[in-house]
């Protein structure tokens, strides 16, 4: 019903940046949420931004001023510009859609984003 496909993640120096791209295919639902959560080893899968079907962006506060949300045109591709990356952004982003209003919600696998020193 929902297949979501990440790509972007890699290696990279603090301080640089890194652009992630999830791909949604499959059934299009008019409402819905699109967005990108993170886990980092040893701890709980965080919220990082989404987006709702109106536009409306949500940031975790760790990550507002340096990360943008936005959406593609055809409105099935969200992207994560990371910009100023630091250590503790190392984690494995998940993208996520979520199909409103019944909240049921569907995950991609993962993508590693790994920032050295």
């Known amino acids: 019903q929902v297949q979501l496909v990440e790509s972007g993640g890699g290696l990279v120096q603090s301080g640089v940046s890194l652009r992630l791209s999830c791909v949604h295919s499959g059934r299009i639902f008019s409402l819905y949420r699109m967005g990108w959560y993170r886990q980092a080893p040893g701890k709980q899968r965080e919220l990082v931004a989404t987006?709702?079907?109106?536009?409306?962006?949500l940031y975790a506060d760790s990550v507002k001023g340096r990360f943008t949300l936005s959406r593609g045109n055809a409105k099935n591709t969200v992207y994560l510009q990371m910009n100023s990356l630091k250590l503790e952004d190392t984690a494995v982003y998940y993208c996520?859609?979520?199909?409103?209003?019944?909240?049921?919600?569907?995950w991609g696998q993962g993508t590693q984003v790994t920032v050295s020193s």
């Open positions: 996520q859609y979520v199909i409103l209003p019944t909240m049921r919600y569907f």
């Open positions: 987006i709702n079907h109106d536009d409306n962006i």
